[in-house]
């Protein structure tokens, strides 16, 4: 029931109904869990922290309340806590895919660069349709200076989903980076036909003269 009024946007509702269920039964690890994930969303990053901290210490391989924990941990600054849980995430869950994701932007917070690329990396093998993974890989290569193998990344994206916005808009931002600067316009064009504003925008004030990365 809660989860209906989640999804129908009845937020209090749904908080109410987790609180009860939470109070008749302390003991329900689901409960703490979905009640903790509910107060994350709201921002009360405390309150959330107790309640998944609790679904974990009543049962120790409850692998989505270890990640969301994870998550927590990460949003409220405390970086080495929320490397261990999601390592522990991992570990428990036979390598999940949003783990791997978090543990990444985790690692690339720590200035752990090289890092965070081989924990993206080790995730697009496995899940090669991961596409906000293989996105955020290619981000972070760009960053490393490795621009061809980001585009590679992004194109492998649009091979299997061609309308995928994020990755048309990297794609043609790495391709300006890059020099080639008409490809990239060809980009922003055919981003901008699918109605995207900021392609429109870009195609505006697109200059061609201008020097790769500037």
Aim: charged residues 25%; aromatic residues 6%.
């Amino acid at each position: 029931m809660a989860l209906l009024y989640r999804h129908a946007g009845k937020l209090d509702r749904c908080g109410e109904i987790l609180s009860e269920l939470v109070l008749r039964a302390p003991d329900h690890p689901p409960g703490h869990y979905q009640l903790g994930a509910w107060e994350m969303q709201q921002g009360r990053l405390a309150q959330a922290q107790a309640h998944l901290a609790r679904a974990v210490e009543l049962d120790p391989f409850y692998a989505e309340a270890i990640h969301e924990l994870g998550v927590c941990s990460r949003r409220l600054g405390r970086l080495d806590e929320a490397e261990a849980l999601l390592r522990r995430a991992l570990e428990v869950s036979g390598g999940a895919a949003e783990s791997y994701y978090v543990l990444a932007q985790v690692e690339y917070q720590q200035g752990r660069g090289e890092e965070s690329l081989g924990t993206l990396f080790a995730c697009v093998e496995r899940y090669p349709d991961f596409h906000e993974a293989r996105i955020a890989l290619a981000n972070f290569l760009c960053l490393a200076g490795r621009r061809e193998e980001a585009l590679a990344q992004l194109e492998m994206v649009l091979a299997r989903a061609p309308l995928h916005l994020e990755a048309q808009r990297a794609r043609a931002h790495v391709l300006a980076e890059l020099g080639e600067l008409e490809e990239a316009r060809r980009a922003w064009a055919r981003l901008a036909a699918q109605g995207d504003a900021e392609a429109a925008l870009r195609l505006e004030t697109f200059i061609p003269s201008v020097a790769p990365g500037a």
